[in-house]
């Protein structure tokens, strides 16, 4: 018997032959495709992966800009104790530089030339103490020199805020007490203010060494009390007393803080000082 394929099957084994190469030749084309389309989303990828690396960088150049304040780029002489914004925080001992860890931040704007700033110490005075003393407060005082146009040519505001300074930088424990004995004593708006000397004497009443209340003259932070001035203008803080909890600026509009007990109220409404022992 003849092993030679007829001429039909040899023309199917062509067609089949055919086919396959074409089956073949399509499978080659569908991985080259594949290929090519792989390295287009891997470089797709890449490129849209810089670009988010690229707009975080960005975003955070722009963050870190954002968080640079006047006081940043100051380079005079600036208290201990004092942040880049001027502020000067007391925790649970009322020392200048002291937190208490976890408790929300009050930060007040004070001038004490600012009648309405002593009204405010004197309603608020004993509240904030007993909130600070329990460790559910920290209170940030930034000293202001709004009103030196309003102490007949002596600068009382920017003096006093001087005082202050030096004080929270070289005798920390006392801060808030020559705060309190400076409001306790603050003049009219309008006069010459205390001297320096008067403000010595203050501050050796609560505690302060003599040698540091008599550097009080020296001036040694009127330029910071300036500058810090004008950063908390530039954060739209335009009169005193101005409050603010934990950075959301508490209107006076809907917190009469100057009555006696209405911000320690609002306080409580807040959930700061929930934690009092009885």
Known sequence: MST?????????????ARREAARAQAEKLRKQQD???KRSRNILLGVLGAIVVLVIGVGFVIYQQSQRTLLDAFEGTTPANSD???GI??????AAGTTTEGAPVLQVYIDFMCPYCGDFEAANKGDLEELRAAGDLNVTYHLMS????????TQFSTRSANAAATVASESPEHFVAFV?????????????GLSDAQMAEIAVGVGVPQEVADSFSAGTYNEWVGVATRQAQREGV?????VKLDGE?????????NQPGALATWLAEEGVGEGVSE
């Open 35 to 37: 290929a090519r389309e």
């Open 89 to 94: 925080v007391a925790g649970a001992e009322g």
């Open 4 to 16: 030679q394929n007829s001429p039909k099957q040899a023309a199917k084994q062509t067609k089949d």
């Open 238 to 242: 335009r009169g005193t007393p101005t």
């Open 249 to 257: 600026t508490v209107s006076g509009n809907e917190v009469a803080y």
């Open 84 to 86: 880049n914004r001027g």
């Open 146 to 153: 709004n009103l030196d146009r309003a102490s007949n040519g």
């Open 180 to 192: 309190e004995g400076v409001f306790d004593n603050q003049p009219s708006e309008g006069s010459e």
